[in-house]
């Protein structure tokens, strides 16, 4: 993900890019993403400082998922700041009602724009209601 887009064509590439390193469920792939030291806040959430919190947050929420999916709406990208509304599916392992859960999202990513940290992002914002998905979640125990 080394690069910064700036055609509406490489913002599209580089979503994809990051979407596919969430979407695989692989904790070690965070590293494709972010910087070492990303601050990273989910709405009400504490905020999350670098890849070791991230990969402890991640790591027992999707290990317990099926599938993660998300479908990118638009976005703009402004200085090296990219805005982004999606659509985000899960399917949770042993969920009971086999529920498709899919919410509305926001996110709000900021890249680092030089040195080995290029194209990565280094502080994000993530707003969705997680009700749906921690309903399944509680189910699936």
């Given at each position: 993900?080394?690069?910064?887009?700036?055609?509406?064509?490489?913002?599209?590439?580089?979503?994809?890019?990051?979407?596919?390193?969430?979407?695989?469920?692989?904790?070690?792939?965070?590293?494709?993403?972010?910087?070492?030291?990303?601050?990273?806040?989910?709405?009400?959430?504490?905020?999350?400082?670098?890849?070791?919190?991230?990969?402890?947050f991640f790591k027992g929420t999707w290990a317990r998922l099926e599938m993660m999916h998300?479908?990118?709406?638009?976005?703009?990208?402004?200085?090296?700041?990219?805005?982004?509304?999606?659509?985000?599916?899960?399917?949770?392992?042993?969920?009971?009602?086999?529920?498709?859960?899919?919410?509305?999202?926001?996110?709000?990513?900021?890249?680092?724009?030089?040195?080995?940290?290029?194209?990565?992002?280094?502080?994000?914002?993530?707003?969705?209601?997680?009700?749906?998905?921690?309903?399944?979640?509680?189910?699936?125990?």
């Open positions: 993900m080394a690069f910064v887009p700036t055609t509406n064509s490489e913002i599209r590439e580089w979503l994809l890019r990051f979407h596919a390193s969430n979407d695989s469920l692989d904790v070690s792939r965070l590293e494709d993403i972010y910087t070492k030291d990303a601050k990273v806040q989910f709405g009400n959430m504490p905020l999350f400082e670098g890849l070791d919190e991230l990969r402890s998300h479908k990118i709406e638009s976005f703009d990208m402004v200085d090296n700041k990219i805005y982004q509304p999606c659509h985000i599916t899960w399917k949770v392992k042993n969920d009971p009602e086999k529920e498709t859960i899919v919410v509305p999202a926001f996110a709000f990513v900021h890249l680092e724009t030089s040195g080995e940290n290029r194209g990565l992002v280094k502080q994000a914002a993530y707003y969705m209601d997680g009700a749906p998905l921690m309903a399944a979640l509680q189910r699936s125990l």
